[in-house]
């Protein structure tokens, strides 16, 4: 069971800070290069990889939350053992 709350709690981590970068990414486009917004994300012509680059942001913002949600849940539970 202990075993199962630290690979969670990596996981949870690993998720939150790559769409955090995900996120800041799609920013500093937004910032530079905001025509290119509207282009997909990658050249691959079908979904997920298909998608706008801000849908993808707003994607990775929303993924990032969930991430930091379960880590700080996780720590708190590690915490009380």
Do not use: C, N
Not at 12 to 24: D, E, G, Y
Not at 58 to 63: E, Q, T
């Amino acid at each position: 069971m202990v075993r199962g709350h630290i690979v969670l709690r990596s996981v949870a981590f690993t998720v939150f800070t790559f769409s955090l970068l995900v996120w800041v990414y799609v920013i500093v486009i937004q910032v530079t290069h905001t025509d290119w917004l509207s282009l997909p994300f990658s050249h691959v012509q079908y979904p997920p990889f298909d998608w706008r680059l801000d849908e993808v942001g707003m994607l990775a913002f929303a993924v990032a939350a969930i991430g930091f949600l379960i880590w700080q849940i996780e720590r708190s539970i590690a915490k009380t053992r």
